[in-house]
């Protein structure tokens, strides 16, 4: 993993988002169908799966240099020593001061700029590799991306907020990526199901 971060987290990224998406697609063929024509027994789209997977295999490097952005801008002094340390109390509730600004911020920035430009690039990716052009990206992107950022919100936060607490560098990817299995079967739901009983109601 230290070796190659950038092969080890594609393949890591790969592999969770083809999973994901055959999740989702298999819950999918369980629901009620919005279309009453489409057949019940309808089979995997696997081109479907490709493109969740092109995409998340494509940006992947995008996440291991975010995070190694974070590490420089805000650094932490020593996230486990100090533990073990025999320093004194104030030193210690100074370090655990530090840490939480540090934290706070990193989680801020990610919050505030990477996830919206990620789902941005998600949806607007999506909508152009199924043949939907720039006007069909530009729909996507307004009408999923606003509900879809706040119900990460709902879980983002607790998971990074221990990824940049406690997880080495190299390991902060694949953490966050190891709750991805199923954060990504819900965006590719949103970017199929959802988009559709959204079209249907307009």
Not at 57 to 81: E, N
Not at 89 to 104: C, F, L, N, T, Y
Not at 144 to 160: D, K, R
Request: aromatic residues 12%; glycine residues 6%; proline residues 5%.
């Amino acid at each position: 993993a230290e070796a190659r971060p950038f092969v080890t987290v594609a393949a890591t990224e790969a592999c969770l988002s083809a999973c994901g998406d055959l999740i989702a697609q298999t819950i999918g063929k369980h629901l009620p169908t919005h279309n009453k024509a489409e057949a019940p027994e309808r089979g995997y789209d696997l081109w479907r799966t490709s493109r969740f997977v092109l995409f998340a295999v494509c940006v992947s490097p995008l996440g291991v240099k975010w995070h190694r952005f974070l590490d420089r801008a805000f650094p932490i002094r020593s996230q486990t020593k100090w533990f073990q340390s025999r320093a004194s109390k104030a030193k210690r509730r100074s370090e655990q001061k530090h840490i939480a600004r540090q934290v706070a911020k990193r989680l801020g920035c990610d919050l505030m700029l990477y996830e919206p430009t990620m789902y941005g690039l998600f949806f607007s990716s999506m909508a152009i590799m199924e043949g939907a052009g720039l006007e069909g990206a530009k729909y996507r992107v307004s009408t999923l991306l606003l509900p879809t950022y706040l119900t990460g919100l709902t879980i983002s936060p607790i998971i990074q907020s221990i990824n940049f607490a406690f997880v080495p560098l190299i390991y902060r990817v694949p953490f966050g990526s190891s709750f991805d299995l199923i954060w990504d079967s819900y965006l590719s739901w949103v970017n199929n199901e959802k988009l559709a009983m959204i079209e249907e109601g307009s």
